[in-house]
């Protein structure tokens, strides 16, 4: 049975990465995603502790996990990867998941810090977290749009309508 997202209550953003996960926290409303931290995989039940307590910490309503779609928007084994991620994730802390198309997220973080001036250290540093921040606000503005489909990119890519 496929559970639903609630509107109201914090989401966790998770850009899954096998080695780092970035994650972003939502305000109570579903309105704003901020960024939160990446957290450097440490094993199973490490990682279960960890999601469960942050869960429990922020009273999280639900999960988007970044889908690493193919240019084409087909999955990849990377995308199979964060799927059965997500899944687990929702197993751990009781919380529904959904999906978000995450392609081009970290192209986005990194220009938007070296933009800023940011060092290639700070921005190694932040990019995951960033990432998970762009990938839950597209979320998020993809519902209040009321765009229920299925995710598609960050952004589409420019066209000439003239």
Request: negative net charge; aromatic residues 6%; glycine residues 10%.
């Amino acid at each position: 049975m496929e559970q639903t997202i609630p509107t109201s209550g914090r989401l966790l953003g998770l850009d899954y990465g096998s080695r780092r996960i970035g994650i972003a926290v939502s305000d109570t409303d579903q309105s704003i995603a901020s960024p939160l931290e990446t957290r450097h995989r440490r094993g199973m039940e490490a990682d279960a502790r960890f999601f469960e307590s942050l869960a429990a910490e922020y009273t999280v309503a639900g999960l988007v996990v970044g889908l690493p779609v193919h240019m084409s928007g087909d999955e990849g084994e990377q995308a199979r990867e964060a799927r059965a991620f997500g899944e687990w994730l929702s197993e751990i802390t009781g919380c529904p998941v959904d999906w978000q198309d995450e392609r081009y997220t970290s192209v986005m973080a990194q220009d938007l810090m070296q933009d800023a001036g940011l060092s290639r250290k700070l921005r190694r540093t932040l990019v995951d977290k960033l990432a998970a921040r762009m990938l839950l606000q597209a979320w998020i503005d993809r519902r209040v749009q009321g765009n229920t489909g299925p995710p598609g990119p960050l952004f589409d890519a420019a066209t000439d309508d003239d």
